[in-house]
């Protein structure tokens, strides 16, 4: 009886190790606003707000 050893289960679920969120996927987190054409990131609600708001100009950006 030495058929116990061999198993096909062993292996991890393939797709499994996704560590990042969708909601945080780089090609997920920007738009270009209809407006004043700048690229709007999702992930500053400053930025958000601001191009929420109609006849706006390009937010300043201070880097
Ligand atoms: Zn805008």
Do not use: I, K
């Amino acid at each position: 009886m030495l058929h116990q050893g061999v198993r096909t289960q062993t292996r991890p679920p393939v797709g499994a190790v996704r560590g990042t969120p969708p909601s945080l996927r780089p090609c997920c987190d920007s738009y270009v606003c209809p407006v004043c054409e700048q690229v709007v990131e999702l992930t500053d609600f400053r930025q958000v707000v601001w191009h929420q708001r109609p006849g706006h100009q390009p937010m300043e950006m201070n880097d």
